[in-house]
């Protein structure tokens, strides 16, 4: 008499697999028909994945979280062992393969944080001066100097929160 859990199935069916990753079948199929995972057909064509394929999705979901195109994913993916499961240093080899443009996206985007509050405080939303709408340019120095105490601008340089004393 057997004792313990029954043995694993070497496949899984479409529907074990979108249940154990939790991605939508169609989105599985999708993964197919990109090459990023692939199956194998019964005898009466039913879809059936290698066990392995379960983190093959979970990498590529992980991979779009970040960011990361599906074409650069599979070809990273391209870089797995064929016809053995992956090891942990083989995810840790092709995971190192986005480490520079993380960090420089890290970069960037803290960048943009930075400027993203400088003009906020800034308040003068100009195409022509400010670092947010125009990261390039440094802005016109016209721009630079109708910048006001309060932050906004008028087109002709005038403050809009002071009163005119000329004026009504």
């Not at 197919?32 to 990498?59: C, H, K, M």
């Not at 092709?94 to 970069?107: E, H, P, Q, T």
Request: charged fraction near 30%; charge should be positive; hydrophobic fraction near 30%.
């Amino acid at each position: 008499m057997r004792t313990g859990s029954p043995p694993k199935p070497a496949h899984l069916t479409i529907g074990e697999l979108a249940a154990r990753s939790r991605v939508p079948t169609s989105t599985l199929r999708f993964y197919e028909r990109r090459g990023l995972i692939a199956s194998e057909r019964t005898l009466g064509n039913q879809r059936r994945y290698p066990r392995d394929v379960l983190r093959r999705v979970t990498f590529i979901r992980m991979s779009q979280q970040l960011g990361i195109p599906l074409s650069e994913v599979r070809a990273v993916l391209g870089l797995l062992p064929e016809g053995r499961t992956p090891t942990a240093e083989d995810w840790a080899r092709i995971s190192r393969c986005w480490r520079k443009d993380l960090d420089a996206r890290l970069g960037r985007l803290t960048e943009l944080r930075d400027r993203l509050e400088a003009c906020i405080g800034c308040g003068c939303m100009s195409f022509t001066g400010c670092l947010l709408a125009n990261p390039d340019g440094a802005g016109s120095d016209r721009a630079q100097s109708d910048r006001t105490e309060s932050g906004r601008t008028d087109p002709d340089g005038a403050d809009p929160d002071k009163a005119d004393p000329d004026g009504p």
